[in-house]
């Protein structure tokens, strides 16, 4: 059962997107901790999946983004699929989000559940619980986030828009 620890969780996409919106710039596990709401050990036991996984290198300071894009886009609606839920107020995710509501029309509204929501709809479970509070504070990875959440609930045509604009920002292409 060794094995078992090193099982990819939900916060470990957390993580990797963050050090993605950080983009290149000197990271610390204790402030990817205070900007996640995470706490210290759990950030280091993610980096060591992460590494374990080869989402890392061998460092464990650098995404390899060519594996890390790859598990996102054919792996995320396997792995952590979602489901639309009730509608509750919250933050707007996937196609109801910016900037991939600029490029999608859609009758139906997605939210993160957020008591100071300021908008409507169909409830998506964020990826991990301090998810919300972390995109809050940070604009790239609230937009990498309602990406990630397209490719867990969308439709083919929408996963499709979405894996190229993850391509841009992601592998810098």
Known sequence: MVASK???????????????????????????????????????QSLQRSKYAQLLDFSGKKVNKIAFYDFLI??????????????????????????????????????WPYAKGNIRGQAIIPLYNSAVDASLKDATLYELL????????????????VKL??????LDE
């Open 6 to 44: 090193y099982n990819m969780k939900p916060q470990d996409i957390l993580v990797l997107l963050k050090i993605i919106a950080l983009d290149s710039k000197e990271w610390q596990q204790l402030i990817l901790a205070q900007e996640l709401n995470m706490s210290q050990s759990e950030i280091s």
């Open 74 to 111: 054919h792996g995320m609606s396997y792995v952590f699929p979602q489901r639309p839920a009730a509608v509750v107020r919250g933050i707007a995710t996937a196609h109801s989000a910016a900037p991939i509501n600029e490029m999608i029309q859609a009758t139906e509204v997605y939210v």
């Open 146 to 161: 309602a990406m990630v959440d397209v490719l867990r609930v969308g439709s083919t045509r929408e996963k499709e828009m």
């Open 165 to 170: 604009e993850l391509k841009k920002r992601i």
